[in-house]
């Protein structure tokens, strides 16, 4: 297996720190906000990897931190009127609602920051003791010059960071490139005692510590989006290999950017997506299945009509899971005269050494740097293939030919333990119509036609037939809200 490492800049062969063990931290959100579908995209993916390394037989210990203190926290508390860790806590049960819809298994263990105080300040501690920051009025900071690889994870030099970087301008720093790790108190904001005064960790020193405590130094994957890469992850190594002595993390993995209309997904473009809106008008495995679609590495564009293509992507594999399921319904009758069992299957170039080969191939694609996209094209050419054989069959099967359907069946399964894009029952059969087995899904993809039949309404200029529409829901109990971001609608009532 290969992963593509950043620190190196090229796929190396994966070889963790313990044989048959797997350590893996995964940076999670600031809790300020509902997710938006740029956290969704590690969430998903980092999620695969972890299923994918289980599937392959390591045992792995994966680690997804909450930031529940920060600037981002304590400013949306203040417009709230809430306090800022009960303002983290509510954003932390609604993460987990999201994470739960997209089929997001929960991590080992979700550290908080607001629990790992007394680790944060040891290991700032240490760094002071070490020469490598310094204390100014209750600030501490870490000075950069001070470690010699500063910058070898975004390749970038000390003096092309100081001439491009954008810093808060502090005289009272060394270097306009060292960083907090420990912040004095404000009037009004969450602080607890430390031996510089009462405080709040920096952002940076909060991942290095719990990472560290749970993992160990030299631990195997450490994961995030590639705005991580400069200054937060770069800033972790800094701080951590300055405490340790030792190699913080072998491999970093980084997934590419959310694009809408190829420009990056960010709030001051106005391309802003929450999970939860999205959610509102496509089903989750859609949104999932769309998310896997595109290689990590790669920016990934998002507008509805590529999420509703994957939606067609997802049904022709549902559809061949539902012809499969029907023909291991059909009565066994071991003489039965049936094309498939006494002729196609046995050839040499069987149907069941098909699978064998779908298999292979399957795992070939995640073992080349977790290439879903190819993983997810392999589902497709087994349903075609599915397709084809089970059209062959007869009202009756045979002995064999139930066999190598549910060998069919099992390899789906296999792909779906990977990807995660069905969830399964207690007995393990894949689920098409929803977790809840109710008619939610159904009613979204409706809604959300129908507000795409709107829509091309209003682009023709035809405010009749978008009028009624919005009426003739609204009468229904379903109101439409027309926002720069797009169409959103809820439950009246």
Known sequence: ME????????????QPREPGNVYVYVCGPTTYNYIH?????????????????AWKGYNVLYIQNFTDVDDKIINRAAEENLDPLELARIYIKEYFKD?????????????????????????????????????????????????????????????DMQAGARVEVDARKRDPLDFVLWKAAKPGEPSWESPWGPGRPGWHIECSAMSLKYLGPNFDIHGGGFDLIF???????????????????????????????????????????????????FPPETVRFFLLS??????????????????????????????????????VQENAKTLIAGSVINKDQSFEMRLDELKDSFEAAM??????????????????????????LAETVSGADRAVLQKAMDLFKIFNEVLGIFKVDDKGVILLEGAAGDSSDLVEG??????????????????????????????LGIVLEDTPQGVRWKKQG
Not at 243 to 257: A, K, S
Not at 456 to 470: P, V, Y
């Open 3 to 14: 992963i593509y490492n950043t620190l190196t800049r090229r796929k190396e062969t994966f």
């Open 37 to 53: 579908l740029g956290n969704a995209r590690p969430l998903v993916f980092f999620d695969t990897v972890r299923r994918y390394l």
């Open 99 to 159: 994470a739960d819809a997209l089929n997001v298994r929960r991590a080992d263990m979700h550290p908080v920051v607001t629990e790992h105080i007394e680790e944060i300040i040891g290991m700032v501690e240490k760094l002071v003791g070490n020469g490598s920051a310094y204390v100014v009025d209750g600030d501490v900071y870490f000075e950069v010059r001070k470690f010699a690889g500063y910058g070898k994870l975004s390749g970038r030099t000390l003096d």
């Open 231 to 281: 200054p937060h992850h770069e800033n972790e190594i800094a701080q951590s290999e300055a405490t340790t002595g030792e190699q913080f993390v072998r491999y970093w993995v980084h997934n590419g950017f959310i694009t809408v209309n190829e420009e990056k997904m960010s709030k001051s473009l106005g391309n802003f997506f929450l999970v939860r809106d999205i959610l509102a008008k």
């Open 294 to 331: 595109t290689h990590y590495r790669s920016p990934l564009d998002f507008d509805d009509e590529k999420l509703a293509a994957a939606g067609r992507g997802l049904e022709r594999i549902k559809t061949s899971i539902r012809l499969l399921s029907e023909a291991l319904a059909k009565p």
């Open 367 to 392: 073992d080349d740097d977790f290439n879903t996209a190819l993983a997810i094209g392999i589902n497709f050419d087994l349903a075609r293939d599915v397709n084809s054989a089970v059209q062959r």
């Open 446 to 475: 409706l809604v959300g036609l129908i507000i795409e039949v709107r829509q091309e309404s209003r682009k023709k200029k035809d405010w009749g037939t978008a009028d009624r529409i919005r009426d003739g829901l609204k009468e």
